[in-house]
């Protein structure tokens, strides 16, 4: 049976055909136009599964959101990213648009439940998830479950205070952070390694952290080190609150690889109490790119296995407690 997974981040916008297991066999990657807003993503959506449901017959769909969702009824709170999604009732759109049953969820919670079913935490519970990317986001897998708080229900983890001037984990932590980060150490800084790496990049400036500590870089080491200490400081907040087994790291900044895994993972205990030590494990994203599409294709399982039987699910396929 095909199923239509949807991504739709801030930057992103990925449709892919996949099976219930998660197991991607097509991916179309779209370019998001910031400018036309929702509006223009849900005209690429219409254009594609309009262009592509022939060859495809989908069964069901499932997505992931970037921004908070009321996942009961898949009608979108408002997208940190983009106009044009406030309050927008996207899973009765794309019921009226394919005739499919539909389960839309929060991205960061479709990526955790990939990650925890599929991925990097397939072995623990309860797993927390947290993206750095065009945005920060985290998800917590509790008993095989996406944890849904009270509406809109999404662990908004990138909003969490670092301090009480108002400063957020994604101002500090997020893709675009680091390459304001990294435009301002390298205009300082034109001669140094990161200044020659920087410079020769348009847009997308963090894209130069990982040559740069390659090429054992001080103001890349820098960089990474105190956006990992960021980092890791509000991941205290979530092992003094939740206590997941592990933590995994995932989006842009876990494309670093191993320093930026070892470097939240270093930080990390020392801003937890000891009663709580050894902190939980923190492991990179297996999944990587392919988690936010892979957990819309096992939602969109779910969705299939609503319109089976007829019964209430929540975003798992499974009966509220």
């Known amino acids: 049976m095909n199923l239509l997974g949807i991504e739709i981040g801030g930057s992103k916008l990925q449709l892919v055909t996949g099976t219930a297991d998660g197991r991607i066999t097509d991916r179309r990657r779209l370019t998001v136009d910031r400018a036309r807003g929702g509006a223009g993503i849900r005209d690429q959506i219409r254009e594609t599964f309009t262009r592509l449901q022939p060859r495809f017959q989908w069964r069901a769909v499932g997505v992931g959101f970037g921004g ?49 079913r599929l991925g990097a935490g397939g072995h623990a519970d309860p797993v927390f998830y947290t993206n750095s990317g065009s945005g920060v986001g985290g998800g917590l897998i509790a008993d095989g479950r996406i944890y849904h708080g009270a509406k809109p229900g999404e662990a908004e983890f990138g909003h969490l205070r670092l301090n009480r001037r108002g400063t957020i984990v994604e101002s500090r932590c997020s893709g675009w952070a680091v390459d304001a980060k990294v435009r301002k150490l390298a205009a300082r800084h034109p001669e140094s390694v990161l200044g020659r790496l ?74 937890v109490m000891k009663a709580f030590h050894p902190v939980p494990e923190v492991l990179l994203s297996k999944l990587q790119e392919d988690a936010v599409p892979s957990g819309a294709l096992l939602l969109a399982a779910s969705a ?18």
């Open 68 to 116: 908070p969702v009321d996942w009961r009824t898949g009608r979108i709170c408002c997208s940190h990213h983009l106009a044009g999604w406030n309050d927008f009732a996207l899973g009765d759109w794309l019921r009226e648009l394919s005739g499919l049953p539909v389960a839309v969820d929060n991205d960061t919670n479709v990526a955790a439940y990939a990650e925890a």
């Open 198 to 271: 920087a410079a020769a990049l348009d847009h997308g400036q963090a894209a130069a952290l990982a040559p740069a500590l390659q090429e054992h870089c001080p103001l890349a080491r820098q960089i990474l080190e105190e956006t990992a200490a960021d980092l890791a400081f509000a991941l205290s907040h979530v092992v003094h609150l939740l206590h997941p087994q592990v933590i995994v790291l995932g989006g842009g900044l876990a494309l670093l690889g191993e320093p930026w895994r070892a470097a939240v993972a270093a930080a990390l205990p020392a801003f």
């Open 304 to 321: 299939g296995q609503l319109s089976a039987n007829g019964a209430t699910y929540n975003s798992l396929g499974q009966r509220p407690r």
